[in-house]
């Protein structure tokens, strides 16, 4: 029995969910089998009792998750079965169903990242990449669609579903012979396939043909299938065969009430009976549906108007001073003076806009005034037009160079345009000695925007001491001390700004910035709500509130926020990176690169836009435009070879080996002392089977650097790809004679010696190892599991009692579970308290579920066995020994028929694991 006993190595780890006993395992086992029956609404009262009982039973939970989709419960499904993906359900049971939820539910992006950002095996990518293709086609994208099932084609040419998905969408977009070239072949793998026929049905009809035939043969084949009675019903219904047809549309409405095509199709057939009246009301009933799925006359004293317009100013009343200005400045001739009275009085009522079309109408004027033309220059930045200030600034570096309020006027452009150096050279250089409050700001602003709190703070507390009873002065030095995590110092600044000023809008912010970094959100909301109320054009209030929902999972309520910040100020970083962020998270490439093209028009050179767009190019398979971006990234970083090494990989991982190659040689050429380029280069052409250059690089290294434990490595990774295993061996061995603390070669050696490859020689080396009083607790536990997989438990189990004593035993529960597979059969009460032990420490890993079971299973009880087998296959549904070991327990439970279609629909006898003897023999008694 121990030779079937599936053994936990040092780092396998997987994830899974609480333990079932054997009334919980009874329950789903009677939910299961209902549902396989089709008694859905039995298997569903039998769930709610299990999750009842047990809330965190993931097998149950996945049923649920099905069940409720079928039933049309489409948002509690996603919820369901979201959370047996949080909890660790295996992404192959989970995704298929969730992307046909998301489907539904309308979130087409979700379904792409599913399929973009998971390893899936190949039934479940099959399933997932269809209902991503029909999401395409809902989102107008048939082309997308088309190229999806083109690429998925390549790797799956005989997938009779994707075959046929194609051929259906080539027939929409007119494409007739490549449609008849794909159903050719399809007839050739799967002629009387429903969905088969459904295609041909399709292709025949858009050629003009009669497809009657071929639906009343699927028909015959399917007579229940509602696709089938639809495809049927329509074409009797084209043929004039209405009462036949109606009949067939009767039985389908039977089976699916309410249904929107089958409607369609009842409205179409009376419309052809001539019964305009009914097909009207259904449609218009069916609109109704839908619907609910888914804005003076001019003083003659003009003098009159100037004097009235001073004294309203002078008096603060500046509504009266800008009407009574304005209408003065539109008659005559106004100097300077007035120009910046009017333009003050304008600004303080909020007619921003208006001042700078006034200002911009009497520049001849403006530029002759170097306060007024700072108004003006600071105007047109507030409402994001820069450039025009940009215009003004030759002619008053003509008249007014070398002024100081000058140099503060071009920093302030240079900053508003994010062109830090620029600004800096200008404060280290003709404003370097200067004192003025002014300045001082825009030093801290220049530090705080390179994040360089640190810096900044002491200018901004120099600031705060010229003008202590300055609010917004203490709001920047408390934000700073925020930054720099002085929380206790900064929230005594900000309660006495709110004091003074319960309604200060930076105080208010301040206030939610301090609970945010304190973890609590409830207080940080209250206080950015109220930011907000205040102020609604707070940019940084914004953004904050963003970051604050994003914390709190509320990424919809973070995007809104975020949207509002970018349309405040278009040239804002942040607010755009974090949607970035929060877009890919969500699944929503196309969103997101739009927001990194505008990124990438205010930094146009910036590498790391272009990476993050590459990222998103590659994750889109597009992969010309991914090496686009990554040729700009290339031509941005070449004279920098440790970031071509970076780029280098991407490129490799991408699949631009042209590129990855070109990267390698020139960081090589730009670094030729140093040894790492040349390692990494030989890695990847051993990678990519260019035996012949990395043979040249790994020589070239040898003679220039001489031998070293990284070459050791690369030499023994060279000899592994080009079938030496037992020279890699000894590669690897010599790196570990030169570096006993090298763990990379130690593995590679480990995994070597666990198929065979000089097994005896690695347990020698740890063995001598291990002797040692500084041999590592890693080294023991590599020996222990050695002897594990070459069934050696004699050697392997006081080695395993010896690692359970070390205090910081990483991989404790692996060690309790592999001992416990060692007792099972022959002391099984010990083996259960062992796996027991390790549930505890793990009790969310489908190995050691797998074990547990296994172990009650050896017992006798194979019920309980089976309910735990089932949370370890819920967990890791592509685990041969689990397959054999739910097999087993259905077998002693009479269920032969059931045991032969696990062990087969999983093809469990086509893949190695130590028990496919015993699997076998299992399967030859079935």
């Keep these: 029995m121990r030779k079937g006993i599936k053994g936990c190595l040092l780092g396998t780890m997987l994830v899974s969910s609480s333990l079932v006993w054997a009334d919980t395992a009874q329950q789903y086992d009677d939910a299961l089998t209902a549902f396989n029956e089709g008694e859905i609404?039995?298997?569903?009262?039998?769930?709610?009792q299990v999750l009842k009982d047990n809330s965190d039973h993931l097998p149950s939970k996945l049923l649920m998750g099905r069940i409720l989709l079928l039933d049309g419960y489409i948002g509690e499904a996603i919820d369901e079965l979201e959370e047996v993906l949080l909890a660790g359900g295996d992404v192959n049971l989970v995704m298929p169903p969730l992307s046909r939820a998301y489907l539904f539910a309308g979130k087409y992006n979700k379904i792409f990242a599913i399929l973009n950002r998971n390893e899936l095996n190949d039934e479940a990518r099959l399933s997932v990449t269809l209902v991503a293709g029909t999401a395409h086609s809902r989102l107008n994208e048939r082309d997308k669609a088309v190229a999806l099932y083109n690429r998925t084609l390549k790797e799956f040419p005989d997938s009779v579903a994707v075959l046929n998905a194609q051929t259906t969408l080539l027939?929409?977009?007119?494409?007739?012979?490549?449609?008849?070239?794909?159903?050719?072949?399809?007839?050739a793998i799967n002629p009387d396939g429903i969905f088969t026929l459904l295609a041909k049905g399709k292709l025949v009809d858009a050629k003009g043909e009669s497809a009657l035939p071929i639906y009343a043969r699927a028909m015959e084949l399917a007579p229940d299938n509602p696709a089938v009675m639809r495809a049927y019903a329509g074409a009797l219904a084209e043929d004039g065969q209405y009462e036949k047809a109606s009949s067939i549309v009767d039985d389908i409405e039977k089976q699916t009430p309410g249904d929107v095509q089958n409607q369609l199709l009842k409205a179409?057939?009376?419309?052809?009976t001539k019964n305009q009246l009914e097909a009207d009301k259904i449609l218009k009933a069916l609109t109704e549906r839908l619907s609910l799925l888914t804005d003076e006359q001019l003083n003659e004293q003009i003098e009159l108007s100037l004097i009235t317009g001073i004294v309203a100013y002078l008096n603060n009343n500046y509504d009266l001073a800008s009407t009574e200005l304005?209408?003065?400045?539109?008659k005559r001739d106004a100097t300077p003076e007035q120009i910046g009275m009017l333009a003050d009085a304008l600004l303080k009522t909020?007619?921003?806009?208006?001042?700078?079309?006034?200002?911009?109408k009497h520049e001849y004027l403006v530029v002759e005034n170097l306060t007024l033309a700072r108004l003006n220059c600071e105007l047109f930045m507030a409402l994001k037009k820069s450039f025009k200030c940009e215009q003004m600034m030759p002619e008053l570096e003509k008249r007014y160079a070398g002024e100081p309020q000058l140099d503060i006027l071009r920093t302030k452009v240079l900053l508003n345009k994010r062109r830090f150096t620029e600004a800096a050279a200008i404060l280290n250089g003709p404003l370097a000695t200067s004192d003025e409050a002014e300045v001082m700001g825009l030093k801290?602003?220049?530090h705080s925007d390179q994040r360089d709190y640190d810096t900044a703070l002491p200018l901004a507390r120099q600031l705060l001491a010229k003008q202590p009873d300055s609010l917004g002065h203490q709001a920047i030095v408390a934000d700073l001390l925020i930054r720099t995590n002085q929380l206790e110092e900064a929230t005594r600044i900000v309660d006495g700004i709110l004091s003074k000023e319960p309604e200060n809008i930076a105080g208010l912010v301040a206030r939610a910035r301090i609970a945010f970094f304190q973890n609590d959100y409830a207080r940080s909301r209250k206080a950015i709500d109220d930011a907000i109320k205040q102020d609604k054009t707070s940019v940084a209030a914004q953004i904050l509130a963003a970051q604050i929902y994003l914390a709190d999972d509320r990424q919809e309520t973070a995007i809104e926020h975020l949207v509002?910040?970018?349309?405040?100020?278009?040239?804002?970083?942040?607010?755009?990176e974090l949607l970035v962020s929060v877009y890919r998270e969500q699944g929503d490439n196309k969103a997101a690169l739009a927001e990194i093209n505008a990124l990438l028009g205010i930094e146009r050179l910036s590498a790391r836009y272009h990476m993050e767009k590459a990222s998103v190019l590659n994750e889109m398979k597009d992969a010309q435009g991914t090496k686009t971006e990554l040729d700009m990234v290339y031509a941005l970083w070449s004279e920098q070879p440790q970031k071509l090494l970076s780029l280098a990989r991407f490129q490799a991982d991408s699949g631009d080996a042209e590129g990855a190659d070109r990267s390698y040689r020139t960081a090589i050429g730009q670094a030729a002392d140093e040894q790492i380029g040349y390692l990494e280069y030989a890695s990847f052409l051993i990678s990519h089977t260019q035996f012949e250059q990395a043979s040249a690089v790994i020589a070239k290294v040898n003679g220039q650097f001489g031998l070293s434990p990284d070459l050791l490595r690369i030499k023994g990774d060279y000899a592994r790809a080009t079938g030496q295993p037992e020279a890699a061996f000894d590669h690897y061995l010599n790196a570990l004679h030169m570096d006993s603390s090298y763990t990379l070669p130690l593995v590679n050696a480990f995994e070597l010696a666990k198929r065979g490859v000089k097994r005896d020689t690695l347990i020698s080396y740890l063995t001598a190892q291990n002797q040692t009083d500084s041999a590592p607790v890693f080294k023991k536990h590599l020996l222990a599991d050695l002897y594990y997989t070459a069934g050696s438990f004699e050697q392997a189990e006081p080695l395993y009692q010896e690692l359970l004593k070390a205090e910081k035993l990483t991989n404790r529960a692996f060690v309790l579970n592999n001992l416990a597979n060692i007792y099972a059969g022959t002391d099984n009460t010990k083996a259960l308290k062992m796996a027991e032990q390790a549930l505890t420490l793990m009790p969310k890993s489908a190995a050691l579920l797998d074990t547990k079971g296994w172990i009650i299973a050896l017992q006798e009880d194979y019920l309980t066995g089976l309910g735990v087998l089932r949370q370890a296959y819920t967990i890791d549904s592509s685990d041969p020994s689990v397959h054999y070991h739910i097999a087993f327990a259905l077998y002693k439970l009479g269920r032969h028929d059931e045991a032969r279609q696990m062990l087969i629909e999983h093809n469990t006898l086509e893949r190695t694991f130590r028990e496919k003897e015993d699997a076998q023999a299992l399967l030859d008694k079935l």
Aim: zero cysteines; proline letters at 0%; glycine letters at 6%.
């Design 564 to 576: 509002s910040a970018k349309t405040l100020d278009k040239s804002n970083i942040l607010a755009r």
């Design 326 to 330: 304005t209408r003065y400045i539109g």
């Design 444 to 446: 801290v602003a220049l």
């Design 171 to 187: 027939t929409e977009l007119g494409r007739v012979d490549e449609a008849e070239r794909l159903l050719d072949k399809t007839l």
């Design 350 to 360: 909020g007619g921003y806009k208006d001042a700078a079309k006034m200002l911009e």
């Design 41 to 48: 609404q039995s298997s569903y009262l039998l769930l709610k």
């Design 268 to 272: 179409r057939i009376l419309a052809l």
